[in-house]
């Protein structure tokens, strides 16, 4: 019974996954007191040359568009990661990576997207005061950036997370303890303050126990393993996600970290031919844009 649930649920979103999107490029949100005078803030740097299924120049812009609105500065990063590449970088984000292998057959294996010298660039770049946002969705994408994470204590399970409930999006809140109380969800002045939070299906991990959770999964939640996206049957391994996250971060030696393993919450995409609105600007999704901004002041204080 629980296994056809999870089954009906799966095709609901592998539909949603499966329709024609396109970045809604509309100004769906507002930001009263911009944290930087316009083009003043840091540089973030968003990865385009790992094969990327995120990129600010595709399904990303909603989300460089809510940073430049916040005073940031946005620019893609089309070299491979080197201690060179990195030097002018103010927070790199990474979303979506995936094996060259991988890019047109999301079966597995899924090897890293990157090398072992540029796992080592980044961790050493964190190390000396980088900041890095890491966001790796469902299989095959955690798999992915499984040893980039590793690097820095976090071990995404290459997955996909899916609540048990007949739910079109997934809310994360405090009072069910699923949205952690942190300096993050508080955020730093009145007004940013953060108390639900919606999801659009994703991966899952552990976390080092130095790091703070800030979406946690529960029973509701169960965690599994395809060979290939979206293909699931009565004998597909899965696990329980007690234990698991999906969006926490720590601090690395002089430098942050933050992990996601959820893409779409801090998109926003127009999907199928009725245009439904699926990330942040999904009406249900009204506090997310908050929650990244927050995330983005804590990766640069």
Not at 60 to 78: K, M, T, W
Not at 205 to 231: G, K, M, N, R, S
Not at 242 to 255: D, E, H, M, N, V
Request: a negative charge; one cysteine or more; aromatic letters at 12%.
């Amino acid at each position: 019974m629980f296994q056809n649930t999870l089954l009906s649920l799966l095709l609901l979103s592998s539909t949603f996954l499966l329709a024609q999107q396109e970045p809604d490029t509309s100004r769906f949100f507002e930001i009263a007191n911009p944290h930087y005078l316009p083009g003043q803030g840091p540089a973030v740097m968003i990865d385009a040359s790992h094969h990327n299924f995120h990129t600010l120049d595709g399904r990303y812009r909603a989300f460089g568009n809510v940073l430049e609105a916040d005073g940031y500065r946005l620019f893609s990063l089309d070299t491979v990661f080197s201690a060179e590449s990195l030097k002018e970088v103010g927070i790199l984000v990474i979303s979506n990576p995936l094996h060259p292998s991988n890019e047109d057959a999301w079966a597995l294996p899924t090897p890293s997207a990157f090398t072992v010298e540029e796992i080592a660039a980044v961790r050493q770049w964190v190390a000396e005061g980088g900041s890095l946002f890491l966001i790796a969705d469902h299989m095959p994408f955690a798999g992915a950036a499984h040893d980039l994470a590793r690097a820095f204590g976090f071990e995404y399970l290459n997955c996909f997370a899916l609540d048990g409930r007949h739910r079109s999006v997934e809310y994360f809140t405090r009072q069910a303890g699923t949205l952690r109380s942190n300096e993050i969800t508080d955020g730093n002045a009145s007004g940013e303050d953060v108390d639900s939070i919606v999801t659009f299906t994703g991966s899952a991990f552990l976390i080092p126990p130095t790091a703070t959770p800030v979406i946690a999964l529960d029973e509701h939640y169960t965690l599994l393993l395809p060979q290939e996206a979206w293909e699931f049957n009565d004998d597909t391994p899965f696990v329980s996600a007690a234990g698991y996250y999906q969006l926490a971060c720590r601090t690395f030696g002089k430098g942050k970290v933050f992990v996601s393993g959820e893409a779409a919450m801090f998109s926003a995409q127009l999907a199928g031919p009725n245009r439904l609105p699926m990330g942040m600007n999904n009406p249900a999704a009204g506090q997310n844009v908050q929650l990244l901004l927050n995330m983005l002041h804590w990766l640069t204080n």
